[in-house]
């Protein structure tokens, strides 16, 4: 079965469309991290400095899937991975 | 046929160039324009650093204007390193802090109209490397390698090595994730900024300086601290808590 360029190229927008779909789990994460930090701070104050680290390390550490996700979109884009066996 | 997504026309570009080819042991080789931001922020560091080298070997009692910012640079690195490896700090200050001050200084030479060197899995993966060494090394190094073969059987006894496969995995995976996190972040800020560059075009004035505030030192500081902070973390633990 034979596919032309075009379709292959409109298919690949859909997939990295899709791809970026990942973004929802880190966005979530990322918002529960940063609720409970604040909850940590208001029990704590004092220990404001250390919170905003861990939470900051913690989020950077969870925003990695969402980038994988991204990744996958801008290969998609503009390395374009699909067309390498077509002409 | 660049007349597909974006591309279409404009000087949107976010790709790597070669700019200049050569023969290496009769591989071709590229001098890309990673190359070039390189040798700029390596320029910017050097000199900064043989400034402030000057500037501290003549260091007065009550230090001056750029001495005080020398020393709070250096002090907050320090002190960053101490309260993340506590006693195993003084042999990783030097490494943490030239890693802390490249990261940074690359992801912020955005600013300066480079493309930034992190934005280049070239430079990132070797930085993710170098820290999948140092680990090896140290748990090679404090550790016999019955407790390694211990430790990579985890869940289970060490006769049983059903998780070994899964555990070489995932000790795979903390150099590709370490170096493609900072790689996307950096990416992606910098996909962002061309896009508002090169789609708006006279409309793009002022306004996104605010944009580079967050994509280029906001995020950038935060990737740094990121790299930093999950290189030391690592390291730490490859070392142990005994001794």
Known sequence: MEFNREFILGCSAIGAGLAVIAGIGP????????????????????????????????????????????????????????????? | MHSVLLTAGSDIDVMVHGLFKYSFFGHEVWITTTHVSLLFVMLILIGFSIVAGIAIRKGAEVPGNFQNVVELIVEKLDGMVDGTMGKNATKYRNYIGTLFIFIIFSNISGLLGLRPPTADYGVTFPLGVITFTLVRINQFKYHKPK???????????????????????????????????????????????????????????????????????????????????LTMTYVSNAIGSEE
């Not at chain 1, 220990?47 to 899937?65: C, D, F, H, N, W």
């Not at chain 2, 407790?147 to 059903?162: G, H, K, N, R, V």
């Open chain 2, 147 to 229: 407790e390694i073969w211990a430790d990579m059987c985890s869940p289970l006894p060490a006769w049983l090595p059903i998780w070994f496969p899964i555990n070489v995995i995932s000790e795979l995976a903390v150099p590709i994730s370490l170096s493609l996190r900072l790689f996307a972040n950096v990416l992606s800020g910098t996909i962002m900024m061309t896009l508002v560059y090169g789609l708006l075009k006279w409309f793009a004035a002022v306004w996104p300086a605010a944009l580079h505030v967050y994509f280029d030192l906001f995020s950038g500081a935060i990737q740094t601290y990121v790299f930093c902070m």
């Open chain 1, 27 to 87: 966005g979530v994460g990322q918002g529960i991290a940063a609720g409970h930090a604040a909850a940590a701070v208001g029990r704590n104050p004092g220990a404001k400095s250390s919170i905003t680290s861990t939470m900051l390390l913690g989020q950077a550490v969870a925003e990695t899937t969402g980038l994988y996700g991204l990744l996958v979109a801008i290969l998609l884009l503009f390395v374009k991975p699909l067309l390498w066996g077509v002409n």
